[in-house]
């Protein structure tokens, strides 16, 4: 959706680095969610985020909001070959709940 | 977490037929269910929101009378491809909510093969 870049396309990383992707609304944000999809899968949960300044961490991996620039990262430290795959951003931007994603990072890790 | 069920996981179809894709919420009430298509290493792209006991909304481009969507009880919104052709073929996914929840959870996914 051109509601919701993300960047970059696609990654590839040494196993061990650490990298950050970022999704970006142009619209205001009632909710920012990251998910990650292995193709031709569902899409696993990883994170919602909804309040200005807010920041989430599951095992390696964080994710901030900055509501005043409707911006959001991904952090993942000391990537490992299970992190690869693809990783959306979806946002809500009516407060129904109705999610729209980016066009997703496709990430590889090099063992 | 709640877990949604997407049946079939993949289907081949002939061209002209109809093809009907379940979704259904296993140990919660879904009010809304949402529907999504994915081409090959592209984004979701929303179809339609689909509400228990009332008409679809359809996002903007996408045919109604193509994408007929059902949404007959809580825990089950179905999706049928009418007289489906090959640039049909995609991958389907679904996601529903609990009502008060913010968190929406996703079916496996469907891949559906128009020959």
């Known amino acids: 959706s051109q509601e919701l870049e993300q960047s970059p396309q696609s990654l590839i990383v040494q196993e061990g680095k650490n990298l950050t992707i970022n999704c970006t609304s142009s619209k205001t944000l009632y909710g920012l969610y990251w998910y990650k999809q292995k193709y031709g899968e569902g899409l696993i949960f990883l994170m919602m985020l909804q309040k200005g300044g807010e920041e989430k961490s599951h095992e390696k991996i964080t994710a901030k909001l900055d509501e005043k620039k409707q911006q959001s990262s991904l952090h993942i430290t000391a990537s490992q070959p299970s992190h690869a795959g693809i990783y959306l951003c979806?946002?809500?931007?009516?407060?129904?709940?109705?999610?729209?994603f980016g066009a997703g990072t496709r990430l590889f890790v090099k063992a | 977490g709640a877990v949604v069920s997407q049946h079939p996981s993949w289907v081949i179809c002939k061209s002209g037929t109809s093809v009907k894709i379940e979704c259904r919420s296993l140990d919660f009430q879904a009010t809304t269910m949402f529907w999504y298509r994915q081409f090959p290493k592209q984004s979701l792209m929303l179809m339609a929101t689909s509400n228990e006991g009332s008409k679809a909304t359809y996002e903007q481009g996408v045919e109604k009378d193509k994408f007929l969507i059902n949404h007959a009880s809580l825990t089950l919104s179905t999706l049928t491809v009418t007289s489906a052709h090959p640039e049909d073929s995609s991958f389907y996914i679904c996601s529903a909510r609990q009502p008060g929840d913010t968190e929406a959870f996703f079916g496996q996914g469907t891949r559906l093969t128009v020959v």
């Open positions: 979806g946002a809500d931007h009516t407060g129904g709940f109705k999610t729209i």
